[in-house]
Structure formats: structure tokens, C-alpha cells
């Protein structure tokens, strides 16, 4: 990816996470500021299934040339999905931050938190 | 004013003043005045360089070094023959002077003894991973006890160890110190005959570790350990003495997940007990999580095979604040001498070393089992070390032989109250037939000795 871009339909949290919420469900990814300051992504820490996270904590790792970062969870919930095929190629992520580079898939705990997140706008805006 | 203090008397009336304190007591303030010294403490006065040097020979002149003695000592360090040319390659300026061999700087020839060094420990353990050594054997095990912990950090937390008590005492012991901060609880696991006796294992089981041979000398059936940490879903770790992995089936083929030790009898002289180093093998499945850094080979761009730091993942340099991991330290000189001595040996050396060792520890546990008051601890098959018990104590017997030159082994109640009589003899190449002789006829005496006048002790002829 080499254009900056912050697709209308996603919410983001301000620590450059990404979630696109379906009912119930969401996809959680890193924003395209996140892996190009990242630098070029060497491994993804995939969470197991069932593993419970919170929003605004740390729920993975994910490790570049340059150093080892701490995902956040945009929302709380549980894991009921992860990208696997990261393990073998973990440059998706900088590739296609908002499609094939999906990191997890979570069973929201709480919809109502995603009112506290950003949208596109709002979120570029944090990075100027 | 002495002259190590490098601020004078206006330059601490200058600075005191700057920062609105009266006097140097003042800063001492918040400590109570009944735990603060009130006069200077009680030592001699200064001596002279000379008058110094005579009082640490003297002081140096009480040991008893493995040079002066005939030593069967062994209980994790061993008196192997460190050849010349371990000294002559490591004395080498590039290799002996950098302060931290592992500096992005890194030279190509650094490099290359690491990938070296590496391979060997990859060809002893059976286990495709090693990383470019850590500090020493106790910590190698803690380490490996942490990478369990964090192979195992999503659900089922897994909060236990299962230690043999066949593990050496200090890594048992750095291994309870670190698991205490990591929330982790260790068990042991008892020795029964010699060997481990694993308890039932459940799924809160992070790895079970346990010693090739193990503390007393015996053989483990490694394969039959790591089946069962793994049918429970645990980690196998075994901390092994390098030089019997030349004639053991390999820990990686046993199944064993992690293979660490104790670098001492490669290339390493006693020294005191240090410094040496501790080697880490792995599978290709806890690759990321092995602390310290691992060498690659590569080409340039030229084409031409070079040598890089493929992997530090744990380290300060990738993980800034949140690293695990801090192995930095010209402890890479160490495992350059272990490298090197592995080479000297080469792979038919190192069998031939061991089957020496083997031949010679059989023939003294023959030797040593048949004298009147010694008893063999158990029956296990053993490698370079061996455990008896003797009908006497153990501390005279060992002081008698002392007296004679003779260091007769380990006195094993330091750490085994459960064998007061008991006693760790080792063998290395070093040690010959003739020694083993001499061995036998002054423990025998020593022993006839002890028991003829502990029965005077008590009345009876």
C-alpha cells in the first residue's frame, strides 16, 4: 500500500486499530499509519480462539524490522477467529491493512463501546 | 582529602548551596539516626601494595586447586584437558577484546563462530534451533522454564513446573527464584532408584524438566519423560552435559522440546567455577520465543556467503522496554572456546573422549562398589558420574583422603539430606586406570578407618 487511506466504513481507536463492526461481530486490523510506521511486518503473534480481550488493552504482538508493537483492542469481547494464513506470510499486513491483512474476529461483549471510537475523519485528523 | 574524591571542600559548599542543603548529614535525613553509622567503621589502617599482595598469597595459598590434587569431583563442573589451542585462538585480540560480541557492528568473524558454534549444539542436541549460548547452565534452565511460560500464555495458563530432583541443585534454584516473579509454582518431582518418578501431570503443567544424566549420574529415559509432558500437554526440558550427547540418543529424539546446559567441559577449565557458558537448543516451533540471539549465513550482495543476527526477538534492541531478554555480555567468548574445543575434538574425537569416560567410570564403580562399606546408590546405568553411599561419614572420609591427596567426589548431603552417606564420584579423560586404583586403596582405607573408630566410639572391637 503505498497511499495513506482510511476506509469510510471502519471505526478506528486512536492507539491505530481498526474495527468493522456486523451486528454482534467484529473484524479488528492495524490502520495503514500503524504498518507504515511499522516498517515491513516480520511476524504476527496469532491469540488463540476463546481468548478474551478488552478494549484499549493488549491483546497480540506484532513485530516489524524495527521493533515489537502492541496491538490494542478497539473493543471488548472474544476471540472466535484469526487470521491464520499471517503466519506464513505476515506481510498482509502491510499490503492489505484492511482486507486480507485482518488480524482477528471477535464476538463483541459490549456494541454500545464502539460509540467511543473514531471514524475516518476523526482519526486522520489525530495524525496531522 | 583523599585522592578518589573528586569534588573538593568548596565545590560540595558550592553545590550544597545550589541546591538550598546545609550539609551532607542533611541529605542522610530520612534515614533514621539508629540505622545510620555513627563513627567510621573498624578497619586497619591502609596497607601497601606489597603488604597486600603477600596477604592475598597467603590467603590464595589455602586453596586447593584441581592441579594439586587427584580430583573425582565433579557434580556439574568436570576436570577435563583443555588443549593449547583453545588458549591460542581465543587469546586472539579480535575475539578477546570487544566489549559485547553481539552489537549490531558485529564482525563477520564473530558472526561465523556463532553460526559455527550453533551448529555444533544443533548436531549434539538433535534439536534444529540454537541460539548463540546464554550465561551458564542454572540460568539456561530458568530460560528455557520462561520460554515454556510463554509458549503456554494463552488459556490454560499452565502455572507449574515439574522439576526432577535429579536437576541439578543451582538450576533448581535460579529456576524458583525467577518462577516466583513470574507467578509460576514449581514442584518436584521425586527420584526413585536413581531416576525420575514424574507425578501425575494435569493440564496446569507448563513443562516438565528434568537432567541428562541426571545429578546423581544416572541415565533418564528421556523419551519415556518427554512422552509424558507431552500426553499432558507440556513442554519436555532437559538439562544436558554436552559431552555424553556423543553416545546418548539425542534429547531432540527423544522428543525433548527444549535441551540446555552447562558449557563448562567444552573448551572451559574449572576456574573457580566460572565464567563459562550455557547452550540453548530448541524446536523450530518455539523458535521466537528463545531468548538471546541467533547467527545466520547469508550472501551479500555480491553474492558471497556472509553471516548476520538473524533472529533476537526477545532482546532490548527489537523490544525496547517490553524485552525478556538481555544476553550481551563477551560470555561469547566462552562458548567461542566451547566451539573450538568441539572442532579439536571433531565427531569421532568427542565419541572416543566418551567412551573413555564411560569405560573408565564403569570400571571404577566396579572398583569402588566392591570395597568393604561402600554400596552403590543405585543401579542405573551411568555415563561419567556416579553415586555410592559408604557405611562411614561421609565429611571425614572425604577429609582422610584429602590428607592423602585425594579428592574422592561430592559429598551428596549438601543437597540430598535423604543421602547423608552419599557420594558423587566423577570421571573425566584426565582421570587414568592407575588414579582409579589409587582412588580405590585410599577410600578403602579411609572408610576402614572411620568405621574402626566409630566402633572404638561406641565400646565395640
Redesign the interface.
Given at each position: 500500500m503505498s497511499d495513506p487511506s482510511y476506509p469510510e466504513d471502519l471505526l478506528y481507536h486512536p492507539e491505530h486499530d481498526w474495527a468493522r463492526v456486523d451486528g454482534d461481530q467484529a473484524t479488528f486490523g492495524i490502520t495503514w499509519f500503524a504498518q507504515d510506521s511499522l516498517g515491513e511486518v516480520v511476524f504476527f503473534d496469532p491469540p488463540k480462539v476463546g481468548t478474551t480481550v478488552t478494549k484499549d488493552a493488549a491483546y497480540t504482538e506484532i513485530e516489524s524490522v524495527k521493533a515489537v508493537s502492541d496491538v490494542i483492542s478497539p473493543l471488548s469481547g472474544e476471540i472466535v477467529d484469526v487470521n491464520d494464513a499471517l503466519g506464513d506470510s505476515p506481510e498482509t499486513i502491510n499490503e492489505d491493512p484492511y482486507g486480507a491483512g485482518w488480524l482477528v474476529k471477535v464476538k463483541l461483549s459490549d456494541p454500545s463501546e464502539q460509540e467511543a471510537l473514531l471514524d475516518s475523519a476523526a482519526y486522520a485528523a489525530t495524525l496531522s | 582529602m583523599s585522592r578518589y574524591t573528586p569534588a573538593s571542600e568548596s565545590d560540595r559548599g558550592e553545590m550544597l548551596r545550589a541546591i538550598g542543603v546545609k550539609s551532607i548529614d542533611a541529605l542522610f535525613a530520612d534515614i533514621p539516626a539508629h540505622l545510620r553509622l555513627a563513627g567510621p567503621l573498624e578497619l586497619d589502617a591502609g596497607k601497601s601494595e606489597l603488604e597486600v599482595f603477600e596477604e592475598l598469597k597467603a590467603l590464595a595459598a589455602r586453596n586447593t586447586s584441581a592441579e594439586d590434587e587427584l580430583s573425582f569431583l565433579g557434580a556439574g563442573m568436570y576436570d577435563h584437558y583443555v588443549p593449547a589451542l583453545v588458549d591460542s585462538i581465543v587469546s586472539r585480540s579480535e575475539f578477546l577484546t570487544p566489549y559485547t560480541p553481539y552489537q549490531p557492528e558485529v564482525s563477520q568473524g564473530g558472526l561465523q563462530a556463532m553460526f559455527e558454534y550453533q551448529t555444533a549444539i544443533c548436531e549434539l542436541t538433535g534439536l534444529p534451533i540454537s541460539n548463540a549460548s546464554v550465561y551458564e547452565g542454572p540460568s539456561a534452565v530458568a530460560a528455557a522454564g520462561y520460554v515454556a511460560k510463554l509458549a503456554n500464555s494463552?488459556?490454560p495458563t499452565r502455572a507449574r513446573f515439574v522439576v526432577s530432583r535429579g536437576v541439578h541443585p543451582h538450576s533448581r534454584e535460579a529456576l524458583a527464584t525467577l518462577a516466583h516473579g513470574w507467578g509460576m509454582e514449581v514442584v518436584e518431582a521425586p527420584l526413585h532408584d536413581g531416576i525420575t518418578e514424574l507425578p501425575a501431570l494435569d493440564d496446569q503443567v507448563s513443562a516438565v524438566i528434568v537432567q541428562q544424566p541426571n545429578f546423581l549420574g544416572a541415565v533418564e529415559d528421556l523419551e519415556a519423560l518427554a512422552g509424558a509432558a507431552h500426553a499432558a500437554g507440556a513442554l519436555c526440558i532437559a538439562a544436558c552435559d554436552p559431552l555424553p550427547l556423543s553416545v546418548l540418543r539425542a534429547p531432540g529424539e527423544c522428543g525433548v522440546d527444549v535441551a540446555v546446559g552447562e558449557g563448562q567441559t567444552l573448551g572451559n577449565r574449572l576456574d573457580f567455577g566460572g565464567p563459562s557458558f550455557g547452550f540453548f537448543a530448541a524446536t523450530e516451533a518455539l523458535i521466537?520465543r528463545v531468548p538471546g540471539r541467533i547467527a545466520g549465513e547469508t550472501v551479500d550482495v555480491e553474492g558471497k556467503r556472509g553471516f548476520v543476527l538473524t533472529l533476537q526477538?526477545r532482546e532490548q534492541h527489537?523490544?525496547?522496554e517490553?524485552a525478556t531478554s538481555n544476553i550481551c555480555t563477551a560470555q561469547a567468548l566462552n562458548a567461542l572456546a566451547g566451539v573450538i574445543y568441539l572442532s579439536w575434538l571433531g565427531r569421532h574425537g568427542i565419541v572416543e573422549l566418551t567412551e573413555l569416560m564411560l569405560q573408565r567410570t564403569a570400571y571404577a564403580r566396579e572398583r569402588l562398589g566392591a570395597i568393604d562399606g561402600v554400596h552403590l546408590l543405585h543401579d542405573q546405568p551411568v555415563v561419567r558420574e556416579f553415586a555410592i553411599t559408604l557405611d562411614a561419614p561421609v565429611p571425614a572420609v572425604i577429609e582422610r583422603c584429602a590428607a592423602q591427596g585425594v579428592n574422592p567426589g561430592y559429598a551428596l548431603h549438601r543437597d540430598y539430606p535423604e543421602h547423608e552417606n552419599g557420594l558423587l564420584v566423577a570421571i573425566t579423560e584426565k582421570r587414568t586406570r592407575a588414579d582409579i586404583d589409587r582412588l580405590a586403596e585410599t577410600l578403602k582405607g579411609a572408610v576402614a578407618a572411620e568405621r574402626s573408630q566409630d566402633a572404638h566410639h561406641v565400646g565395640v572391637h
Amino acid at each position: 500500500m503505498s497511499d495513506p487511506s482510511y476506509p469510510e466504513d471502519l471505526l478506528y481507536h486512536p492507539e491505530h486499530d481498526w474495527a468493522r463492526v456486523d451486528g454482534d461481530q467484529a473484524t479488528f486490523g492495524i490502520t495503514w499509519f500503524a504498518q507504515d510506521s511499522l516498517g515491513e511486518v516480520v511476524f504476527f503473534d496469532p491469540p488463540k480462539v476463546g481468548t478474551t480481550v478488552t478494549k484499549d488493552a493488549a491483546y497480540t504482538e506484532i513485530e516489524s524490522v524495527k521493533a515489537v508493537s502492541d496491538v490494542i483492542s478497539p473493543l471488548s469481547g472474544e476471540i472466535v477467529d484469526v487470521n491464520d494464513a499471517l503466519g506464513d506470510s505476515p506481510e498482509t499486513i502491510n499490503e492489505d491493512p484492511y482486507g486480507a491483512g485482518w488480524l482477528v474476529k471477535v464476538k463483541l461483549s459490549d456494541p454500545s463501546e464502539q460509540e467511543a471510537l473514531l471514524d475516518s475523519a476523526a482519526y486522520a485528523a489525530t495524525l496531522s | 582529602m583523599s585522592r578518589y574524591t573528586p569534588a573538593s571542600e568548596s565545590d560540595r559548599g558550592e553545590m550544597l548551596r545550589a541546591i538550598g542543603v546545609k550539609s551532607i548529614d542533611a541529605l542522610f535525613a530520612d534515614i533514621p539516626a539508629h540505622l545510620r553509622l555513627a563513627g567510621p567503621l573498624e578497619l586497619d589502617a591502609g596497607k601497601s601494595e606489597l603488604e597486600v599482595f603477600e596477604e592475598l598469597k597467603a590467603l590464595a595459598a589455602r586453596n586447593t586447586s584441581a592441579e594439586d590434587e587427584l580430583s573425582f569431583l565433579g557434580a556439574g563442573m568436570y576436570d577435563h584437558y583443555v588443549p593449547a589451542l583453545v588458549d591460542s585462538i581465543v587469546s586472539r585480540s579480535e575475539f578477546l577484546t570487544p566489549y559485547t560480541p553481539y552489537q549490531p557492528e558485529v564482525s563477520q568473524g564473530g558472526l561465523q563462530a556463532m553460526f559455527e558454534y550453533q551448529t555444533a549444539i544443533c548436531e549434539l542436541t538433535g534439536l534444529p534451533i540454537s541460539n548463540a549460548s546464554v550465561y551458564e547452565g542454572p540460568s539456561a534452565v530458568a530460560a528455557a522454564g520462561y520460554v515454556a511460560k510463554l509458549a503456554n500464555s494463552s488459556p490454560p495458563t499452565r502455572a507449574r513446573f515439574v522439576v526432577s530432583r535429579g536437576v541439578h541443585p543451582h538450576s533448581r534454584e535460579a529456576l524458583a527464584t525467577l518462577a516466583h516473579g513470574w507467578g509460576m509454582e514449581v514442584v518436584e518431582a521425586p527420584l526413585h532408584d536413581g531416576i525420575t518418578e514424574l507425578p501425575a501431570l494435569d493440564d496446569q503443567v507448563s513443562a516438565v524438566i528434568v537432567q541428562q544424566p541426571n545429578f546423581l549420574g544416572a541415565v533418564e529415559d528421556l523419551e519415556a519423560l518427554a512422552g509424558a509432558a507431552h500426553a499432558a500437554g507440556a513442554l519436555c526440558i532437559a538439562a544436558c552435559d554436552p559431552l555424553p550427547l556423543s553416545v546418548l540418543r539425542a534429547p531432540g529424539e527423544c522428543g525433548v522440546d527444549v535441551a540446555v546446559g552447562e558449557g563448562q567441559t567444552l573448551g572451559n577449565r574449572l576456574d573457580f567455577g566460572g565464567p563459562s557458558f550455557g547452550f540453548f537448543a530448541a524446536t523450530e516451533a518455539l523458535i521466537r520465543r528463545v531468548p538471546g540471539r541467533i547467527a545466520g549465513e547469508t550472501v551479500d550482495v555480491e553474492g558471497k556467503r556472509g553471516f548476520v543476527l538473524t533472529l533476537q526477538t526477545r532482546e532490548q534492541h527489537i523490544r525496547r522496554e517490553k524485552a525478556t531478554s538481555n544476553i550481551c555480555t563477551a560470555q561469547a567468548l566462552n562458548a567461542l572456546a566451547g566451539v573450538i574445543y568441539l572442532s579439536w575434538l571433531g565427531r569421532h574425537g568427542i565419541v572416543e573422549l566418551t567412551e573413555l569416560m564411560l569405560q573408565r567410570t564403569a570400571y571404577a564403580r566396579e572398583r569402588l562398589g566392591a570395597i568393604d562399606g561402600v554400596h552403590l546408590l543405585h543401579d542405573q546405568p551411568v555415563v561419567r558420574e556416579f553415586a555410592i553411599t559408604l557405611d562411614a561419614p561421609v565429611p571425614a572420609v572425604i577429609e582422610r583422603c584429602a590428607a592423602q591427596g585425594v579428592n574422592p567426589g561430592y559429598a551428596l548431603h549438601r543437597d540430598y539430606p535423604e543421602h547423608e552417606n552419599g557420594l558423587l564420584v566423577a570421571i573425566t579423560e584426565k582421570r587414568t586406570r592407575a588414579d582409579i586404583d589409587r582412588l580405590a586403596e585410599t577410600l578403602k582405607g579411609a572408610v576402614a578407618a572411620e568405621r574402626s573408630q566409630d566402633a572404638h566410639h561406641v565400646g565395640v572391637h
